[in-house]
C-alpha cells in the first residue's frame, strides 16, 4: 500500500511561484511513475507533469512546459512540482499519484493507482 500526502498549495498573483511536495510513504518506489494531475470545476482530471522513481523521465503537459519543473527527492521519499509563471488557468485542486502506467496511459488518471488528497492552487489576475 502507499500513501501520498500532497501540500504546498494557495493562493498567489499571476505571473507568480508555488512549489507543491508530495510526500510518499508504505513502500518501495523503484518501479514506479510519480505523477502531478489537476482538476478545475466543471473539468475533468487533466495530466500536469510525471517522473520516474528512478533513472531518468519527466514528462510535461503542453500547457505547463517551460514554466512547470517535477524532481526528487529519493531520500525524503518526495516529489516536487515548481510552478513559475502561474497563470489564472493554472487554477485547480492539484493532486499527486503513484502508479505503473504503460506507454498509453502515462498522462491518464487511469494509468495511476495511489492518490493524494489534492491541494488547491488559485491564481488570481
Known amino acids: 500500500q502507499v500513501q501520498l500526502v500532497d501540500s504546498g498549495g494557495g493562493l498567489v498573483q499571476a505571473g507568480g511561484s508555488l512549489r507543491l511536495s508530495c510526500a510518499a510513504s508504505g513502500r518501495t518506489f523503484s518501479t514506479y511513475y510519480m505523477g502531478w494531475f489537476r482538476q478545475a470545476p466543471g473539468k475533468e482530471r487533466e495530466f500536469v507533469a510525471a517522473?520516474?522513481?528512478?533513472?531518468?523521465?519527466?514528462y510535461f503537459a503542453d500547457s505547463v512546459k517551460g514554466r512547470f519543473t517535477i524532481v526528487r527527492d529519493n531520500a525524503k521519499n518526495t516529489v516536487y512540482l515548481q510552478m513559475n509563471s502561474l497563470k489564472p488557468e493554472d487554477t485547480a485542486v492539484y493532486y499527486c499519484?503513484?502508479?505503473?502506467?504503460?506507454?498509453?496511459?502515462?498522462?491518464?488518471?487511469?494509468?495511476?493507482?495511489?492518490w493524494g488528497q489534492g491541494t488547491q492552487v488559485t491564481v488570481s489576475s
Open positions: 499519484s503513484a502508479g505503473i502506467p504503460r506507454p498509453t496511459t502515462l498522462r491518464s488518471p487511469g494509468g495511476y493507482d495511489y
Open positions: 517522473i520516474r522513481w528512478s533513472g531518468v523521465g519527466t
